[in-house]
């Protein structure tokens, strides 16, 4: 699976968008791009994922660059309960066969 | 539709005993995920069962750790003489397929004393 890098931290304000990088310039052709959030002390949350075009759900939009060497994961309206641990994670769909590959992560703060 | 369930959600353990964690997947999953969460740190990958197969135990230590995922019941990671350094949160998923689908249970805080 490609390693992926995102911010360690970001901070947004209620109501507003919150935009949240993530690079993957190593993916391969069949690696998908899954984004995870994991509130304090919760279970991860599956958000979103996608392989090369843009994806949107009730929760959040994925934008894929062209080149698939980035993407953003855009939370439309956020709200406090949005601040959680996000991770981004590059992975095919047979190879790492059943494991997730979680990273840092990017520290995402909610506040009023 | 119940999610994961984990149980119990806190378990204390005195150093030496044994720890016996249980995960009941989601109806219609046949494939369990151990992931384990040391205090401060990230979520790091255990093992990965089917029905009464391991498939990847490329994170589980060697000494002490073992899982299972019998025909019938829940899965169970079982942790021997337990030591201060297993204190952490141990979080199970289970999926229809091997490939995608994940759904995490809420954990399995172990404090060792």
């Known amino acids: 699976d490609a390693k992926t890098t995102q911010p360690p931290s970001m901070d947004c304000a209620e109501g507003r968008a919150a935009n949240l990088p993530c690079n993957h310039s190593t993916i391969s052709g069949n690696e998908y791009v899954y984004w995870y959030r994991q509130i304090h002390s919760q279970g991860p949350q599956y958000i979103i994922h996608g392989l090369k075009n843009n994806e949107t759900n009730e929760m959040a939009s994925l934008i894929i660059t062209e080149d698939r060497k980035s993407s953003t994961l855009i939370l439309p309206h956020a709200t406090l309960r949005d601040t959680a641990v996000y991770y981004c994670i590059a992975r095919g769909e047979t190879d790492s066969w059943g494991k997730l590959q979680f990273g840092a992560g990017t520290q995402v703060v909610v506040t009023p | 539709n119940a999610g994961v369930m984990q149980n119990p959600r806190h378990l204390v353990r005195r150093r030496g005993q044994e720890a016996r964690l249980r995960c009941s997947p989601m109806k219609g999953h046949s494939h369990v995920y151990w992931y384990r969460q040391l205090p401060e740190e990230g979520l790091k990958f255990m093992v990965y069962l089917q029905k009464e197969n391991i498939i990847d135990e490329s994170g589980m230590p060697k000494e002490r750790f073992s899982a299972e995922f019998p025909k019938e019941g829940p899965s169970i990671l079982r942790i021997q003489q337990v030591v201060r350094g297993d204190s952490a949160a141990y979080f199970c998923?289970?999926?229809?397929?091997?490939?995608?689908?994940?759904?995490f249970g809420s954990g399995t805080r172990l404090t060792v004393v």
């Open positions: 998923a289970s999926s229809p397929s091997g490939s995608y689908g994940y759904t």
